[in-house]
């Protein structure tokens, strides 16, 4: 069931169902990353405690850090919904941890000059944590918050030993320019990533029905036809064509005409699966692109659509109604080929009167039959007679 705002989904609901997904990666990834990160934790400081401990801060703030990721996992995993907290006070947790580290080899050897050490490519982590964990603007506010706190020490350094420490010092700054030129790249793409989603939309979606426009479908199609090829998987193309649509224009204008339009797209999405593909391929001509639909259920679906069009009752009493023309995939034969089948049983349709479903004759058929052959379709919906058949 194709969403408006999608056009490459099926589900008319899946634009909905998109942050859900996303949310439940989110918080596999963060209960794995919490976990592990607590036991690596616990053994980096079980560790420091057994070779002396170099650095006083991992004798106290380690095992802590440690505990607190481990209570933040079993609370995101006994609690999901509180997965934006948790991961923020887990980034928190890990940004105070490496501040103290790095504040404790600051203040208390100003004068040393000792490696700034491996913990401190931590910090990039903790940039590319916060882009996960914030929108892009709140993730630059934290960390720029972080770049502050170590330019402070940094200042307090060169203060209190008058730049006496020009290594620590340089390294410091290096840290700071490094760090600033990071968050500010990826600020940029948070920033641009969006833009580039809407365009990709708009470049793949008809702005009118939100539906895949015509260059979109022909991608999947390809993608479809070379997959069911492949591994000798159903497909089916459902192409159909609302009746006498230029009458509704000429009776009605072509806002409404937009209208119904937009209500047929509507009413047609609410019946196709997840897998389906629904696309505008011409004017008022659709195609939905069915994996895994063999003939003859896609012989139903057409007939439900067909009815689903044919009740419909748009403003000013407008019933549309529309023919369908059906192919099946066979083995061998191209994205065009295919396209050129449901085009010949949809035009069949039309000819044998309209707000019908045809399709293929199945491939047995004798030579001097037609390449279609028409499926029975009970006219249980008429045709609507405001629009003349
Ligand atoms: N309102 C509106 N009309 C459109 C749009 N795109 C195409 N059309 C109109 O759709 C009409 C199609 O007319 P025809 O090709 O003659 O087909 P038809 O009247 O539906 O007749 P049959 O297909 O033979 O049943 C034309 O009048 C187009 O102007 C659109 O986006 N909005």
């Known amino acids: 069931m194709a969403d408006g705002g999608s056009p490459l989904a099926g589900r008319n609901h899946r634009a909905e169902t998109l942050p859900d997904d996303f949310d439940r990666i989110k918080r596999r990834m963060a209960l794995l990353a919490m976990s592990s990160g607590a036991v690596a934790c616990l053994i980096a400081s079980s560790l420091a405690h057994r070779v002396g401990l170099p650095n006083p801060v991992d004798a106290h ?3 802590i850090l440690g505990i607190g990721l481990l209570v933040l996992a079993l609370s995101l995993w006994r609690n999901p ?12 947790l890990l940004t105070a941890y490496l501040l103290a580290a790095l504040g404790y080899k ?16 931590w910090f990039f982590f903790t940039y590319l944590l916060a882009f996960l964990v914030w929108p892009p603007r709140g993730a630059l506010v934290a960390s720029l918050g972080v770049i502050s706190t170590i330019g402070g020490l940094t200042l307090w350094l060169g203060l209190k030993t008058r730049g006496a420490n020009i290594e620590l010092l340089s390294s410091l700054i290096q840290l700071i320019a490094a ?11 948070a920033q641009l990533r969006p833009q580039y989603a809407r ?4 470049a793949f979606s008809d702005p009118l029905t939100g539906c895949a426009n015509r260059r979109r479908a022909e991608e999947l199609l390809a ?5 069911a090829g492949r591994y000798g998987r159903p497909l089916s193309l459902i192409l159909f064509d609302l009746d006498h649509f230029k009458q509704i224009n000429d009776l009605h204008g072509h806002a409404i005409g937009d209208a119904v339009l ?9 019946d196709l699966r997840g897998l389906d593909h629904l696309a505008r391929w011409g004017g008022e001509e659709f195609l ?3 994996p895994e639909l063999s003939q003859s259920r896609a012989s139903q679906f057409g007939e439900r659509l067909r009815k689903r069009i044919a009740s419909l009752r748009i403003s000013g009493g407008i019933q549309p109604t529309a023919s369908f023309g059906i192919a099946s995939f066979r083995l061998g034969e191209t994205a065009d080929m295919m396209v050129q089948r449901a085009d010949r049983a949809m035009y069949r349709a039309k000819a044998q009167g309209r707000n019908r479903v045809e399709m293929e004759r199945p491939r047995t058929a004798t030579p001097e039959a037609t390449d279609v052959a028409t499926v029975t379709t009970e006219e249980t919906d008429e045709p609507s007679t405001a629009l003349g058949d």
Request: hydrophobic residues 45%.
């Open 288 to 290: 939905i692109i069915a």
């Open 179 to 189: 760090s600033i030129a990071y968050v500010f790249v990826h600020y940029s793409f």
């Open 81 to 92: 919904p509180l997965l934006p907290w948790i991961e923020r006070i887990g980034w928190g």
């Open 223 to 227: 993608l479809e036809v070379a997959r």
């Open 262 to 270: 937009r209500a047929v797209t509507n009413a047609v999405r609410c």
């Open 61 to 63: 703030v380690l095992p």
């Open 199 to 202: 365009m990709r939309t708009l």
């Open 106 to 121: 600051t203040l208390h050897y100003p004068y040393t000059h000792t490696p700034l050490g491996a913990r401190t490519y």
